[in-house]
């Protein structure tokens, strides 16, 4: 993109900042003509001098700007890093005008006190908050100002207990309609910051929790710190509460990580029955630790964006690749909630969650999954299929019927899921109809899609519980709810 502008208007200069180029200025400098000036380390303090003297192009006026490389006269200079930036507060608010989106970044607190060695923030030592009255001003300048969903960059929010637990509650005091994101480390939870959370609107906050392994060995290795017990216990406790969101990562590719362990890491993630799981794939960022410890791992990687993990002395590159499909996989049927009564089904019945998407992904191998984009209707018939060699065909069909109409929100069912009402149960259902719709509360069945079904699907806390009945649901798709008419009870 930088070169094609150029192409176009080689008057407009082009300035790169961030850790991608920052650890690396003089080189990408010298191989890429089209970049005029790299910021070094954190940029506020030198965009804006940057601008005011970049037409000047005199050579004494920049070189007194810390946190820059540049070419000057086909030579390379370079004025070191930028200084740290000590007082958050001195930073200005950069919605302050113009509130540019629904989603927008807010970033409380820079720097993590933890050193996790593929993480750029490990190396950023000092940990800085914005001011606690600042920072709720500007969220409630937020609020106000209807934003959707305001994401906290913050790298640990939970690292600062009473910081982030004032926040917690003056966000759950003003309950808006507002969500929340933040990063945690749910191994720091401890009774009273759990207290807290446990009176939070549902929805207000959702939660990112990086596990990314759970062998000791290779936490070890990156130089990371979490008690995965710890963490389980919390987690399983908020999901309880059913109030907040909660979505875990896992790390493909770590040094010590083979596929064996990486299955064991899964398997005890999916013990947790997290809202969404995401699997990622190590990525070699320049500057950050395990960068120079590549070779000692025999870590190869891609050598552009977005740098992630080729092979490690623990994984093959088929491995590797295969677990890109697994996680395709992964994230079509599980992360997507497509299909969540019907997979909460088959988890329930297995504790070897990694057997079943390692099953099904090889499945889907075999009908090009991987090749081509494959609709939701397809989706379904594939899961159908692969689903009734193992498990009772109308279980799977009445668990699927469920997960497909409250997706698409339209009564019109693929041939493979289509079933009837008995004419006997159809003339007992018309005759005792104004007696059911008292019973449900009902007005009218207008808009209520009638089937029968061998089995019934409530949500309580957060899980699906089955109950296995010869019933009459009425779907209301608009509204995403069920009722349910025991076959029993038409008598
Ligand atoms: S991975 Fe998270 S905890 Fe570890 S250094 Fe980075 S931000 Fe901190």
Same mark, same amino acid.
């Given at each position: ?44 303090? @030198?965009? =804006? ?10 050579? $004494? ?23 740290? +930036? ?16 629904? +989603? ?23 940990? =800085? @908050?914005? %001011? ?28 600062? !207990?009473?910081? %982030?637990?004032? *926040? ?6 003003? $309950? ?19 207290? +807290? ?11 990112? *929790? ?11 290795? +990156? ?5 995965? !017990? ?6 399983? =406790? ?98 997507? =909630? ?5 997979? %909460? ?49 109308? *279980?799977?069909?009445?668990?699927? *019927? ?68 010869? @019933? ?20």
């Amino acid at each position: 993109m930088a070169n094609i502008i150029k192409n176009i208007n080689s008057d407009i200069k082009i300035i790169l900042g961030g850790p991608e180029v920052s650890f690396d200025a003089t080189s990408i400098l010298s191989t890429y003509n089209f970049v005029d000036y790299i910021i070094k380390g954190e940029g506020e303090r @030198v965009i =804006r001098p940057l601008i005011e003297c970049i037409n000047e192009d005199s050579l $004494s006026s920049l070189t007194k700007i810390k946190g820059l490389s540049f070419r000057y006269n086909n030579e390379i200079i370079d004025t070191g890093y930028s200084d740290t +930036i000590m007082d958050m507060d001195t930073l200005k608010f950069p919605y302050e005008s113009e509130i540019p989106d629904k +989603i927008i970044y807010y970033e409380a607190s820079r720097g993590c006190p933890f050193r996790c060695s593929y993480c750029m923030s490990s190396i950023d030592k000092k940990v =800085r @908050v914005r %001011s606690l009255e600042l920072v709720k001003k500007e969220l409630k300048y937020l609020i106000e100002n209807n934003v959707k969903l305001i994401k906290f960059v913050d790298r640990t929010f939970n690292a600062n !207990k009473s910081y %982030s637990r004032e *926040i917690w509650k003056y966000l759950i005091d003003l $309950s808006p309609s507002t969500c929340f994101h933040f990063e945690i480390a749910a191994d720091l939870l401890d009774e009273e910051d759990l207290n +807290i959370l446990s009176n939070a609107p549902k929805g207000l906050f959702q939660f990112e *929790i990086g596990v990314q392994s759970t062998n000791e060995c290779v936490l070890k290795n +990156i130089n990371r710190t979490m008690n995965f !017990k710890k963490v389980k216990e919390n987690i399983e =406790r908020i999901l309880k509460v059913g109030n907040i969101h909660c979505h875990l990562d896992l790390i493909v590719g770590l040094p010590g990580e083979d596929i064996i362990s990486f299955k064991k890491s899964f398997n005890d993630v999916m013990s947790i029955m997290p809202d969404e799981l995401q699997i990622g794939f190590l990525k070699v960022l320049k500057g950050s630790p395990i960068f120079y410890d590549k070779d000692k791992y025999g870590i190869k990687y891609l050598s552009y964006p977005p740098y992630h993990v080729l092979k490690t002395d623990w994984l093959k590159s088929e491995e590797i690749y295969w677990l890109l499909n697994f996680e395709k996989v992964f994230d079509s049927f599980y992360n997507s =909630r497509i299909f969540e009564r019907t997979i %909460s089904y088959v988890l329930n019945n297995t504790s070897d969650y990694f057997k079943f998407f390692e099953d099904l992904t090889t499945y889907l191998q075999g009908y090009e999954f991987f090749e081509r984009n494959v609709g939701l209707q397809e989706k379904f018939f594939l899961l159908f299929n692969f689903l009734i060699q193992k498990y009772e065909v109308s *279980i799977i069909k009445d668990l699927l *019927i469920y997960d497909y109409l409250f997706t698409t929100k339209k009564s019109n069912l693929p041939e493979f899921l289509r079933k009837d009402i008995d004419t006997k149960i159809d003339r007992k259902f018309k005759k005792y109809k104004e007696n059911i719709m008292k019973k449900l509360n009902l007005e009218s069945m207008k808009g209520l899609f009638i089937l029968p079904m061998s089995l019934e699907v409530c949500k309580n806390n957060n899980k699906f519980d089955i109950i296995y009945n010869e @019933v009459l649901i009425l779907f209301d798709l608009k509204n995403q709810i069920s009722y349910t008419i025991h076959v029993k009870d038409l008598e």
